[in-house]
């Protein structure tokens, strides 16, 4: 109610919807990175590891509220200007995060995309990030009550993070045996120390590091009472998925979308979903975004269809666009886009 | 003048925008994030001062001046540019053309919409950019003369008083003659009830804010803040008029027809924008005062360039422009503004020479 109020204030008076954006240029002068609506984060610690991993050490302010281990956090940079925002879970446990106020992220550098290789080159010591609250569903299902059943956990790649937050947090509220498949390329499994050491402190836990033809080469046996969590390639997911149904477990799983496999070669036609204020559009790489929305009665409007007059924007929250005149393909974050000189490059999501 | 090799000009001048755009960083977001703070300040400062007057009155007339100085910052260098999209790479949820608002009488939504696309598309045609003129004045023989524009400098007096409310006003009706055909299929036609809507909420707020609310809370000094907002308005007025009608009124400016430009290239589009817009000499500060619009013929070909790229990019136009034998038109305040007023007395009289 009371905000309500003030934003209308601000709006006569400020004209900006809320009165905090409109001190915002002003506030970051005191307190960098502040922004309306998330959370500011230092950066205490930033280390590359083997297998191109960067491991980020945050103090988020301290009205950050704990997460549960398995939730994942939206991280926005500031790089050369431009502020980007991604996905990630957090790797440590809830514990850590009452004990010294800090949370790590452990993140797959990808060396073509226009965030990651970056977190590790630019993000100094004690400069300021921006993270949202902690949110996601993949979080323990059996945590109010001692844990009874055999856990298996299945992690493909980055998708350790949050069993490690997982562990850390449930090891020793449970006498279950608890088993962790980890499946990486070879030499480049992250967290070995730790996992042997929980290991040795704990003997109902076991795990295995293995390469993807090393887990084909084994396949699991599940109990019909087991909770089996899995994070991964969608592929990997699957498989358990049917595993576990055929065996009679419990599936939980979290997907993090992978970049969007990019198709800059305009010869081939390709098909993407374009979804449009949670209406979904088809729409192919052979044509502008705005020409096919349109013949689709989607509720774009036309301006001068040559990307001069900018009527057409739109807010992209995701996925691949070519800019038709530039030829520059786009971030895969969210970011305001011309629908006439746009290319759709794989599925979208946007809202207007 | 040989024919022209439009598309080798359009590739040139495309170039200079990429090359540009690829070192727009840091630099350019910290830029108008600095105005924008010096914008705040300004106002701030500029309205407590008014309340200064009894102290010294000279301390009330410097508290107009930067509130003035506020309100020209925030209409021209941030508000104009912002809402053109030039800083929407920077992702920020504030400064970008989807949310920003400006301290003026017109509704940035519906400016947006029609200066963009008429002005900025059909640039100096007649006809068809509505901003050649303003339907009030004859600036060309391609108007029919009429009686009243005998007296049309005292019209331009008048409109530049008031032009916050004159372009607030020019907007609307744009809309509903621009929008007024619909294309089968899709209705993209904004109703007359939302643009109404939108220019009296918009007007009342701004009429509330500094005639109302702020010399209310002035107390005793009412009167003070009251005269003291409405000179403000009026000096932001004159300069915004003055400056926007140097960008395409100036003597030497082109027009165009609508039959000239049927199936126009991109090339034949920058050749247009080049000869229908013209530049102001100046220093540093009062490029920023005029919200870089003293680089008009750069605004026009590159629209959604930032602002804090022209003075870089101005050199390598007229290159460009010197190698296709294209006027490039630019000069001191005093001879462009001239030329306005020549301009404007010129057209006052049927079938001008």
Redesign the interface.
Known sequence: MLSTTLNKLS???S???AFS??????I??VKPAW???LYRAQVLNVTKTIGSFVHITLQPQHQWKAHKAGQHIELTA?F??????RIFTIASSPEQYAKDKTITLVIKTNELGRFTPQLADELTINSWVNISAAQGEFVFQQSNKPLENPIVMLAGGSGITPMMSMLSEHISATNSPMYLRYIAPLNEHQFVEQLESLAKQHSHFTFDLMTRSEHKSQPLTLLANSDVYCCGPQGLMSDIETLSKDAGANFYQEHFSLAPIVNDDSATEIEVTVTLNGNAFTASNQQNLLIQL?SQ?APV????G?G????C?C?KKSGLVKNL??GDVSDS????I?LCISQPLSDLEMSI | MTQMNYDQFAQELDSIKQNTMAKVGKKDADYIRRVIRWQRYCGWTGRLMLLTGLIHPALWVVGILLLATSKILDNMEIGHNVMHGQYDWMNDKHINSQSYEWDIACDGKSWNRVHNFEHHTYTNVIGKDRDFGYGLLRLSNDFKWKVKNLWQFITYINLSLLFQWGIAYHELAAERVFFGKKKAGRDQRVPHSELKHRFFSKATRQIIKDYVFFPLIAGPLFLWVLVGNLIANLLRNLWTSTIIFCGHFTEHVHTFTEASIENETRGQWYYRQALGSSNIQGGKAFHLMTGHLSFQIEHHLFPDLPSSRYQDVAPQVQEVFKKYQLPYNTGSFSTQYSGVLKRIFKYSLPNAV
């Open positions: 709006l006569w008076f004209h900006h919807s954006g409109y001190f915002e240029p002003v970051q002068r922004r309306q609506g500031e050369n200007g431009r502020l980007l925002t349109e009665n409007i036309r301006g001068c040559i001069v007059c900018h009527q924007h807010t005149l530039t974050g969210e970011q305001i011309q």
